[in-house]
């Protein structure tokens, strides 16, 4: 009876989906973004978003081309200011659907958390080359001259130094 419970509980790892794999990783987030963090928990919380990180890869794994999977890892490795695997997994989400405008944006915002101004910029230009709305284009025109104005103060800034 032993080894029939723990046959069936291998052949359940081995059938577990993508979504099934998404839905822990998104349990393990709630736990860390949530409840740990927010009560200063930070070995709890690191645990929580390891293992929410590896359930999102899984699910990745399963279903290469699953948008959401992508997303859902970059927002993790965000959050915890791991900035530039969360734009390499933007990145990522990109080559499996190049015109999802709000990744450009997301991968934008991880670049530039990350100090990474000329990539914030590209991925604002490749957004721009995309956009057909002026009021859009006149919004991306103002963040790209922003980072420009920021890439061009930490320049100066590492000249000085």
Known sequence: MLLL?????????QAQTAEDHVNRGLSHF??????????????????????AEKAFRQAIQKRPDWIE???YLARTYFVQK????AAETYRAALK???????IYLKMASAQEMGGDYAGAIDSL?????????ER?????????????TKAQSRSADLVIR
């Open 5 to 13: 419970a723990f046959l069936a509980a291998g052949k359940n790892l």
């Open 30 to 51: 709630g736990r860390a973004y949530y409840d740990a963090v927010p009560k200063k928990n930070t070995v709890q919380g690191e645990i929580e978003y390891g293992l």
């Open 69 to 71: 999977a992508y997303l």
């Open 82 to 85: 791991k900035y530039a695997q």
């Open 96 to 102: 499996v659907d190049p015109l999802q405008k709000q």
């Open 125 to 133: 230009m490749r957004l721009r080359d995309q956009e057909t709305d």
């Open 136 to 148: 859009s284009l006149r919004i991306l025109d103002e963040f790209i001259q922003k980072l420009e």
